[in-house]
């Protein structure tokens, strides 16, 4: 059973950082696209970034480019969320999961971490 706990959530002020971790267990991964999603009230859940677990190729939101870095640690079958220059609207639940290799969706998710940004 693959499970997905999200770590490192918390209220920082507009212009710092936090760093998310989401620890992955039940399976190796290889071949899964691993990624971070972020929900804010009253709001659709958005795609963040994502990473190709056996060879580190990367994607990222728009709105994320250039101040959010994800990384994964194969060894500890980890990734994680580095986010700098947090502005209010980065305030969010912040997710991550997995999807098999040739899945159309996500199979995998966790359950949250939530990301508060002061002004």
């Known amino acids: 059973q693959v499970q997905l706990v999200e770590s490192g959530g918390g209220l920082v002020q507009a212009g710092g950082s936090l760093r998310l971790s989401c620890a992955a267990s039940?399976?190796?991964?290889?071949?899964?696209?691993m990624g971070w999603f972020r929900q804010a009230p009253g709001k659709e859940r958005d795609f963040v970034a994502a990473?190709?677990?056996?060879?580190?190729?990367?994607n990222y939101a728009d709105s994320v480019k250039g101040r959010f870095t994800i990384s994964r640690d194969s060894a500890k079958n980890t990734m994680y969320l580095q986010m700098n220059i947090l502005k209010p609207e980065d305030a969010a639940v912040y997710y991550c999961?997995?999807?098999?290799?040739?899945?159309?969706?996500?199979?995998?998710w966790g359950q949250g971490t939530q990301v508060t940004v002061s002004s």
């Open positions: 990473i190709a677990w056996n060879v580190g190729t990367t």
């Open positions: 039940g399976r190796t991964f290889s071949g899964y696209t």
């Open positions: 999961a997995a999807r098999r290799p040739l899945s159309q969706r996500y199979n995998y």
